[in-house]
């Protein structure tokens, strides 16, 4: 009847979920898989696939099932939060498989797109089979309505390096979303620090704000957006991970000399711009307004 202990230690190991091919290599006949369900013991979730009463039917659990079901490979949103991008498990689960969606007996949101890999683009981690981080990383940035502040964070915290995000997309040139993620790859391996000052420029001018000067000196520094009369100065960062940890000090030094000599400062980065452009610009046209600029909407 097969070692209850190891098949115990399994469940533990996989979030009480089980098929019918794993419980008979453990010993296990179809007769006793119908003794546990009958039992109440497991819980048919689809065909072939059971889960433990003794184990909490977790979001992992979910994920794992959903994918084993499947017979497929968690990528996208989902294969981010097995790996620990993300702190909130996204809906719906997302996979890639072969054949279409089998029944499942539960509700549970699934976005299974027909594609295969290639066995270098995957891997397992604690027993699931999902891409590869890289790949992961970019197929969620393209998903996710803060993608590029996403993919900026997965940089910057060494998750993925900016290399291994190019070679992934050389290597799947193919798959819907490719595209949107090589824009987002470009970005990023650019200057986005000029990027984000052209693009304030361009919003200034499209909403006719007037009256500001780049690169304003003021003590010993340069302020990359000034209005001098109102001493509002206007301060653009890129993504955050091509910023060295010196540069934070600087920022730190020059925002205290501002504040000394009663200047205003805003501060944006390129997500902030290019995400959100006319709340930035009304924010900086507001701050003006208030120190007497009258300045009108474009």
């Known amino acids: 009847m097969g070692d209850s202990g190891e098949i115990a230690a399994f469940l533990a190991a996989n979030d009480g979920i089980i098929t019918t091919d794993q419980a008979l290599r453990f010993g296990?006949?179809?007769?006793h898989i119908r003794g546990r369900v009958r039992r109440g013991e497991?819980?048919?979730l689809a065909r072939g696939l059971y889960r433990s009463a003794a184990n909490d039917f977790t979001e992992a659990a979910m994920v794992r099932a959903v994918v084993v079901a499947h017979r497929g490979v968690a990528d996208r949103t989902t294969a981010a939060w097995w790996f620990g991008?993300?702190?909130d498990l996204p809906g719906p689960i997302t996979l890639s498989c072969r054949s279409e969606r089998p029944p499942l007996r539960w509700p549970v949101g699934v976005h299974a797109t027909r594609r295969r890999y290639r066995p270098e683009s995957l891997t397992r981690v604690r027993g699931l089979l999902l891409t590869r981080k890289p790949l992961t990383a970019l197929m969620a940035a393209v998903d996710l309505d803060d993608g590029t502040v996403f993919l900026d964070r997965m940089l910057q915290t060494r998750q993925v390096e900016l290399r291994d995000l190019e070679r992934a997309i050389d290597d799947h040139p193919g798959?819907?979303?490719?595209?949107?993620?090589r824009r987002l790859v470009a970005i990023a391996g650019s200057d986005s620090e000029s990027e984000?000052?052209?693009l304030f420029v361009r919003l200034l001018r499209q909403w006719q704000v007037t009256g500001w000067v780049q690169q304003f000196p003021t003590g010993r520094w340069r302020l990359d957006f000034a209005w001098p009369e109102q001493r509002v100065a206007v301060?653009?960062?890129?993504?955050?991970f091509h910023r060295l940890p010196r540069r934070h000090q600087n920022d730190l030094e020059k925002a205290n000399h501002l504040e000394r000599e009663?200047?205003?400062e805003l501060q944006y980065n390129w997500h902030m711009l290019a995400a959100d452009p006319a709340a930035c610009i009304q924010e900086v046209?507001?701050?003006?307004?208030d120190r007497g600029a009258a300045v009108a909407l474009g």
Do not use: C, K, P, Y
């Not at 798959?175 to 993620?181: D, E, K, M």
């Open 285 to 289: 046209i507001d701050v003006l307004n």
């Open 196 to 198: 984000a000052e052209r």
């Open 28 to 31: 296990l006949t179809h007769a």
């Open 42 to 44: 497991w819980f048919a």
């Open 85 to 87: 991008m993300l702190d």
């Open 262 to 264: 009663q200047w205003r």
């Open 235 to 240: 301060e653009i960062s890129g993504w955050a």
């Open 175 to 181: 798959h819907r979303g490719i595209a949107a993620a």
